[in-house]
């Protein structure tokens, strides 16, 4: 099989690179061995470091886990809810045809991706007087809002010019067009990109841990205090394994929802751009009437 992007390797460069690959597994499975080892000689995995997590205080301690994996929840849903729609609305404002509406919204759009989240949330906290899941939710909104934006953006973009214009030539309004043909399809090319950012805002999540916010990480940090450094790292360990579950459980809920709308997509019927790509260069008689003329019959 050849490629256009690279030449194929030879038996010497697959050579090459299955002898890399191995030394490199070597090397991950030595700094594990090494790391696995130096933990044990700590007695990190002593049973009774763990017994936090079955033994007579697991009620509480899971009472508390439980605690901040709400609050994370509650406060990621609220940001996504509110940040996926202002993040058309940019992505709309920034694509204007109008210079007095693209250029303003492109700065406030650079000015938001460019501030760190802790310090929005901060500035909301601090200027404002709100509360700690206030603060915390319109940090997130307002960076991801911005990141949303410029992703929709680059997927509408990346779109052939003849969407556009297949929808304006069977009548639809710029809008319409936008909201109709573009806007599905960027977000259907688009959705690895904001299902990565939805991930990521996620775990943004644990920035309010610097406003108080008590969220998973948190909750954490307080049940560590209060059991001892002994607990330390049990705590911080299956923290981190349940933010890794809810973030494979994100991921596999879009990549479902990928699936299916792509089922749908190609069993459904032909969309308003296709129609008129058909009308203008394809078989349509109606199409050739006009074009042709009645003269041409």
């Not at 010497?12 to 130096?38: C, D, E, F, N």
């Amino acid at each position: 099989m050849t490629s256009v992007l690279y030449d194929v390797p030879g038996p010497k460069a697959r050579l090459y690179s299955l002898i890399g690959s191995a030394a490199g597994i070597l090397i991950i499975l030595g700094v594990l061995a090494i790391a696995v080892t130096t933990l044990a000689q700590q007695g990190i995995f002593d049973a009774d470091r763990w017994e936090i997590f079955y033994g007579p205080m697991a009620p509480d301690v899971w009472n508390l886990i439980g605690q901040g994996i709400l609050s994370t929840l509650a406060a990621a849903a609220v940001a996504a809810i509110i940040a996926f729609p202002l993040g058309i609305a940019l992505c709309l404002l920034r694509i204007s045809l109008i210079p007095w509406i693209r250029i303003p919204t492109q700065v406030v759009l650079e000015f938001l991706r460019g501030m760190p989240v802790v310090l929005m949330m901060l500035f909301v906290l601090l200027v404002f007087a709100t509360g700690q899941f206030q603060a915390v939710v319109v940090g997130l909104v307002l960076y991801n809002a911005a990141i949303f934006a410029e992703i929709l953006r680059a997927g509408i973009q990346s779109l052939p010019k003849g969407q556009r214009e297949a929808g304006l030539a069977i009548g639809l309004r710029s809008f319409q067009s936008r909201m109709s043909i573009e806007f599905p399809q960027a977000v259907r090319r688009m959705l690895p990109s904001l299902v990565a950012q939805l991930v990521v805002l996620l775990k943004d999540t644990s920035l309010g841990y610097i406003v108080g916010y008590e969220e998973l990480l948190r909750k954490i940090q307080i049940m560590a205090d209060f059991l001892g450094p002994d607990f330390l790292f049990p705590a911080f360990f299956v923290g981190a394994a349940i933010y890794i579950l809810i973030n494979l459980t994100v991921s596999r809920i879009a990549i479902m929802i990928e699936r299916r709308g792509s089922k749908k997509a190609a069993g459904g019927v032909a969309a308003p751009s296709l129609r008129t790509g058909l009308m203008v260069g394809g078989n349509d008689p109606i199409a050739k009437d006009s074009v042709e003329g009645p003269d041409k019959k």
